[in-house]
């Protein structure tokens, strides 16, 4: 495998973004890794590396770089702790539109590499960046063909923006994989979400997890579930080799 941390050019600056891809066989399909809450971390990259096994190319972006934040730290559990006070800021500050002009930056980056065939693009989103997953195959739907949102939170608001809204103008398959007991997707959130996309059409799946809380495929965290968290990569590698290769 072939991996580098670089800083690449965005309209608001530069996100230093991790890529790794196999070594051999390429042009590889790339996936956008959109990273949850607490930042990027050697967890995510891992994760990164695990997806980029399979032949992609990925691309795990810092979305905190306007902060001049890279790496947050251990989020204690205690609501009042300055760390995650400073990660609900964090997360509060970014946007669909910001983060799509992100994405603009790291398609054109990878567009640019030998190593990467942006013709064929998936991604996939964890907690705050489910939605981005998915905006991302509504805002280039003659690219990307697979999104995968992962827990994602604001999937049902009242913004025009919003994944339940908008997810008819995408042409890639979507998957949500949901955990059965999250407090930032409750079962109404789950029930507005299937029905919108059923209502509209969409090539999509909405999986809820039996057993789980939020952040179950995370193997650093409390509530991680080996099972479910294997089930959840099942489902990705699946999900990218039918609609990438």
């Known amino acids: 495998m072939i991996e580098r941390q670089i800083d690449i050019a965005t309209r608001d600056g530069a996100t230093t973004t991790f890529i790794v891809h196999p070594e051999r066989g390429g042009p590889h399909p790339v996936i956008l890794f959109f990273m949850d809450a607490p930042a990027i971390r050697e967890e995510l990259r891992d994760m990164a590396r695990r997806l980029a096994s399979g032949g992609y190319y990925v691309l ?27 990660m609900f800021q964090l997360m509060n500050s970014l946007d669909i539109d910001l983060v799509m002009s992100d994405a603009e930056g790291l398609l054109a980056f ?20 489910g939605r981005y997953a998915v905006s991302l195959a509504v805002r280039h739907p003659e690219r990307v063909f697979a999104a995968a949102s992962v827990y994602g939170t604001h999937l049902v608001t009242e913004a025009g923006d919003s994944p339940h809204r908008t997810a008819r103008q995408a042409r890639a398959e ?30 999509a799946e909405v999986e809820i997890y039996p057993g789980t809380k939020h952040g179950f495929a995370f193997p650093q965290r409390p509530v991680y579930d080996k099972s479910a968290a294997e089930r959840h990569w099942e489902r990705l590698n699946s999900l990218f080799r039918r609609k990438l290769g």
């Open 60 to 86: 795990l972006p810092n979305l905190y770089y306007r902060a001049g934040v890279m790496e947050i730290g251990p989020i204690p559990p205690d609501p009042d702790h300055p760390a995650r006070k400073q």
């Open 174 to 203: 979507l998957y949500f994989a949901c955990a059965e007991e999250d407090a930032w997707a409750p079962p109404e959130t789950l029930a507005a979400l299937s029905e919108a996309l059923r209502t509209d059409r969409v090539d």
């Open 110 to 129: 990878a567009g640019a590499d030998p190593a990467a065939d942006v013709s064929r693009v998936g991604s996939v989103g964890y907690c705050m960046s």
